[in-house]
């Protein structure tokens, strides 16, 4: 029956049934041999012995014809004769074809006899060969079959305690030898302490020869993860090992962190390693870009002014402090990354120490470029300030400080009351842009005023004289206001909102004309290229590309047929009134209203439309007024200039 269990724990090490019963069967067995005085050979191993066997046996087996005599010895290249001798009695023992009762045992026993042969004397070949499965073979307390090992004192857990981390890094690299003499240091130490209490020398040494293969099958197991997370071969091996290193250490009071890691463990623990590695490279690249940045603020700061410079001082100390912080948490990153972390737990803990540092390093990133870009932006507006000095223009007009930064250059009419401004601004880069704005806008007593001015300037006077015959004398366009519609009738055409442009002349001087005016002087083409060039240089749109603050679409009031427009506005009238009825029936708890209400309501509606339709009237005839004057101003003009032209002909 035991044999049947065996199998069992062959393909799943943890099955509890299959533990009970080789357990109660060994206990059975023992008693009757200590009953009967029968050899201790003819028991049956325990489930870590056979465990350990099965493990040996695979490697061996699986280690090619060429395989180097060290390798299937499971002991490091540069071992000696000591080294070898006690692994082959170890293993021989283990895996004896007459006790091991294990599928090719027999096998992996002969490779094992013939890699030792031409090292070891024919005696020490056949104590093991001719083994009674009793006597004690090697001086290393681990060959025994005694699982009652007695529990160490605390001087012997402290060494074990201090041993911990040469066992983890043997088990990183078991082939290590300075690691193995760690390790035989602190045997020393335990056998020291074994003599003076009269307890036998090598009790509660630690056994190189048992962790260092047992490692060294670990570390090929997970060479094969690495490459094929999902092979099942390595991953029940390491189930297996882990079976018998837990059993060994349970046993023998090891502390637990000298197991090794399931499958599931390691790839986890490898993909957050993966990720640790990624987050201390993104810390180190904001780290460099930091210190480029930084390099690029103080070239910045260096091609500024004196003024500018002090202004960045400030700013240079704060970018200072983030590039040493953005590589200090680069470092602890890096510290973490190359952390060799032992338990899940540990490699999470890694992994968000990492990413809290690749956070610090790339807020200290964007700190140092928020800085460049301050210092950009101070460099930019200083020469602005410079060329905005240099470039100011001195108008041979009346113009009126409004403030420090602002002032009127001219104004023009809108119908009979209203009024625009052209108003110059220095804008916080340094620029100087002139608007159109209303003259509410600009502030209507400060307008009042400056129209009161001496030589004040009218924009719209003499724009009906300008023609190609001042082609000859232009000289250079100035610049361009800028303008936007504040609402916009988007049933009306598409008209550019208006912009006038400031020109010098040869001979006229300076002067201000609408875009239809320098068209005529330029032509259309070439004005508009001009105007493009303008306003490209001040950073402003072109009137054709500029938009408006809102929009509405009445086409009534664009309608210059009055009945239609009239009834347009019905129509549209009608309509609000609708929706206006709907939304109040939507939000209002629904009521019925009196016959007297109704009758009242409709009554007032009836009036506003009305007072709607006359007002809306009286503005179209307003317009064709003030279009019937335009036409007769320009009218005038040009009789005035074929009088001219026809008196200079005579």
Not at 443 to 472: C, F
Not at 607 to 623: C, F, G, R, T
């Amino acid at each position: 029956m035991a044999l049947e269990h065996y199998d069992t724990i062959r393909d799943n090490p943890s099955d509890a049934t299959a533990i009970t019963h080789i357990d109660t069967s060994k206990e059975v067995i023992d008693k009757v041999i200590q009953l009967n005085h029968y050899p201790k050979a003819w028991s049956i191993p325990t489930r870590e012995k056979y465990l350990e066997a099965k493990v040996a046996i695979e490697r061996i087996m699986e280690c090619g014809e060429a395989s180097p005599n060290e390798e299937i010895l499971g002991v490091a290249p540069d071992a000696t004769k000591q080294d070898k001798l006690a692994a082959w009695r170890t293993l021989g023992c283990l895996i004896h074809p007459y006790y091991a009762r294990q599928r090719n045992a027999e096998a992996a026993f002969e490779r094992l006899k013939d890699a030792v042969e031409k090292d070891l004397d024919e005696d020490d070949i056949a104590h093991v060969v001719n083994w009674d499965g009793e006597d004690d073979l090697s001086k290393d307390r681990f060959n025994k079959e005694d699982p009652n090992v007695p529990e160490p004192p605390e001087r012997v857990t402290r060494i074990y305690n201090n041993a911990t981390p040469s066992l983890r890094n043997l088990s990183a690299d078991p082939d290590d030898g300075m690691i193995s003499a760690e390790i035989e240091g602190f045997n020393a130490d335990i056998m020291e302490g074994n003599l003076g209490e009269g307890v036998e020398e090598d009790t509660w040494t630690i056994p190189i020869s048992f962790f260092e293969p047992h490692y060294r099958l670990a570390n090929e197991a997970y060479d094969i993860l690495d490459k094929d997370p999902t092979n099942e071969k390595a991953t029940q091996e390491l189930t297996q090992l882990k079976a018998v290193i837990d059993g060994k250490i349970q046993k023998d009071y090891f502390p637990k962190e000298w197991t090794i890691k399931t499958a599931e463990d390691y790839i986890k623990m490898g993909l957050l390693s993966k990720e640790t590695n990624e987050k201390a490279e993104r810390a180190s690249e904001a780290a460099e870009n930091a210190k480029t940045l930084f390099q690029k603020f103080e070239e910045q700061r260096a091609a500024a002014d004196e003024a500018t410079k002090a202004d960045l001082e400030s700013t240079e100390e704060t970018a200072k402090a983030a590039v040493a912080s953005a590589e200090a948490a680069a470092e602890k990153a890096k510290a973490e990354a190359a952390r060799r972390c032992w338990s899940y737990a540990a490699a999470a803990a890694a992994l968000e120490t990492a990413n809290g540092e690749c956070t610090k390093a790339k807020e200290a990133e964007g700190a140092v470029n928020d800085a460049l870009s301050k210092a950009v932006a101070a460099v930019e507006a200083a020469k602005n300030k410079t060329k905005a000095k240099a470039g100011r223009i001195e108008y041979p007009w009346t113009t009126m400080k409004i403030d420090d930064r602002e002032r009127i250059v001219g104004y023009r009419m809108i119908g009979k009351i209203g009024r625009q401004v052209c108003v110059e601004t220095e804008e916080d880069d340094g620029r100087i842009i002139r608007r159109l704005e209303s003259a509410s806008d600009v502030g209507l007593p400060e307008v009042q005023q400056y129209i009161k001015m001496t030589g004040h300037k009218n924009l719209a006077e003499d724009q009906s004289t300008w023609s190609m015959k001042d082609r000859e004398d232009f000289k250079e366009l100035l610049y361009v206001t800028t303008s936007q519609i504040k609402r916009k009738n988007t049933a009306a055409n598409g008209k550019n909102p208006n912009a006038y442009c400031c020109v010098r002349f040869t001979k006229k001087g300076m002067n201000m004309l609408t875009v239809t005016s320098l068209g005529k002087v330029l032509g259309t083409v070439s004005a508009n290229r001009q105007i493009k060039m303008a306003c490209k240089r001040d950073g402003i749109l072109p009137p054709w590309d500029a938009g408006w603050a809102s929009h509405y679409h009445d086409e009534a009031k664009v309608e210059q047929d009055p009945e239609k427009a009239r009834a347009k506005r019905d129509d549209q009238a009608k309509a609000n009134s609708r929706d206006r009825s709907r939304q109040r029936s939507d939000e209002a708890p629904q009521r019925t209203p009196s016959p007297h209400s109704e009758a009242k309501a409709s009554d007032l509606r009836s009036k506003v439309d009305k007072l709607e339709s006359k007002v809306d009237d009286m503005a179209a005839k307003m317009s064709k007024l003030d279009d019937m004057n335009k036409r007769m101003e320009e009218l005038a003009a040009l009789l005035m200039s074929f009088g001219r032209e026809r008196q200079s002909a005579k």
